[in-house]
């Protein structure tokens, strides 16, 4: 069993910077796919970022690509996303999954998920 704890979100101005946490239970982190996903009003949620446990292979939607960071402490059982450059339409719900496989964007496929952080981009 995985529990998963989002942090870092809240309201932004356009082109600023938020770092989302995810913090996670458990003694076998480093074992875990990692993912981001989020969900705006009315949309499907979707894939954002990914990392792979092992080597670290990270993962990365078309609409984020070169906008965010995926990262992850092992030490520390945390997945960081580092979102610049933040725009009105990323504004959702953002959440934290794992699953215990390799990375996919599938949101079907991940085991755990946390509560969600809201991020709001103003325009």
């Known amino acids: 069993q995985v529990q998963l704890v989002e942090s870092g979100g809240g309201l932004v101005q356009a082109g600023g910077s938020l770092r989302l946490s995810c913090a996670a239970s458990?003694?076998?982190?480093?074992?875990?796919?990692m993912g981001w996903f989020r969900q705006a009003p009315g949309k499907e949620r979707e894939f954002v970022a990914a990392i792979s446990s092992g080597d670290g292979t990270t993962y990365y939607a078309d609409s984020v690509k070169g906008q965010f960071t995926i990262s992850r402490d092992n030490a520390k059982n945390t997945v960081y996303l580092q979102m610049n450059s933040l725009k009105p339409e990323d504004t959702a719900v953002y959440y934290c999954?794992?699953?215990?496989?390799?990375?996919?964007?599938?949101?079907?496929?991940?085991?755990?998920w946390g509560q969600g952080t809201q991020v709001t981009v103003s325009s």
């Open positions: 458990g003694r076998t982190f480093s074992m875990y796919t």
């Open positions: 999954a794992a699953r215990p496989f390799r990375a996919t964007t599938n949101p079907g496929s991940y085991n755990y």
